[in-house]
């Protein structure tokens, strides 16, 4: 059984901190990685998108991929009170695969 | 910003009756996507299409769900005979030109079958 897993917290962290976001994934076979952010009762919205190794920045945002150790992070820098939001990780084989979701982090930025 | 559309937004149902949801994809998307998402539960795949015919499908895909692209534009999940436990979000995704594997999503349906 392919699995993704995450912390559900809640993460609750402080406006203008950093928010360290993690996933595992059980499958050797996944290829790309995703992090989505979900407002509650909305559909996931694309955050970042990851499939080397190393580390992919875009604006407040930086995911890190380790194959190796099956591991995903998502790194918020100065969290602001709108980031608050469930944040969903997903792993695929690649292509037009399905994306197998983890359960999600629920992340609170306070002021 | 082309976006993926669906509809009805909520859908209520008695137990039994059958449902079809409705999706546009993003014109000029190639592979359609069904998840759902029970509340407070994770987001879980249901089944892939390409092509005018199912790619994949999960073990919640039985035979009281079926697929359709009836035109050019619309991507259907049909329930024939809905369950109390079919009440959950609706989520459709698709995927565009080749060599991209971001999935886009819908807004969803949320189904409730009383």
């Known amino acids: ?111 | 910003e082309p976006e993926v559309t669906q509809t009805p937004s909520h859908q209520v149902t008695q137990m039994g009756q059958e449902v079809i949801l409705r999706c546009v994809p993003i014109s000029n998307h190639l592979y359609f996507y069904w998840y759902r998402q029970i509340l407070g539960q994770k987001v879980e795949f249901l089944v892939s299409f390409y092509n005018n015919e199912i790619s994949e499908k999960s073990e919640i895909f039985d035979d009281q769900f079926s697929v359709e692209r009836p035109d050019g534009s619309n991507f259907t999940l049909k329930i024939r005979s809905t369950k109390l436990e079919d009440s959950a979000m609706y989520f459709c995704a698709s995927i565009g030109r080749e060599g991209t594997d971001t999935q886009y999503f819908g807004p969803g349906t949320r189904l409730t079958v009383l």
């Not at chain 1, 912390?7 to 976001?21: F, K, M, Q, R």
């Not at chain 1, 979900?38 to 407040?60: A, C, F, T, V, W």
């Not at chain 1, 945002?61 to 969290?79: H, P």
């Not at chain 1, 979701?101 to 002021?111: C, D, E, Q, S, Y």
């Open chain 1, 1 to 111: 059984q392919k699995e993704v897993e995450q912390n559900s917290g809640p993460l609750s962290v402080p406006e203008g901190a950093i928010a360290s976001l993690n996933c595992t994934y059980s499958d050797r076979g996944s290829q790309s990685f995703f992090w989505y952010r979900q407002y509650s009762g909305k559909s996931p919205e694309l955050i970042m998108s990851i499939y080397s190794n190393g580390d992919k920045e875009d604006g407040r945002f930086t995911a890190q991929l380790n194959k190796a150790s099956q591991y995903v992070s998502l790194l918020i820098r100065d969290s602001q009170p709108s980031d608050s939001a469930t944040y969903l990780c997903a792993g695929s084989g690649g292509g037009y695969n399905k994306l197998i979701f983890g359960a999600g982090t629920r992340l609170a930025v306070h002021p």
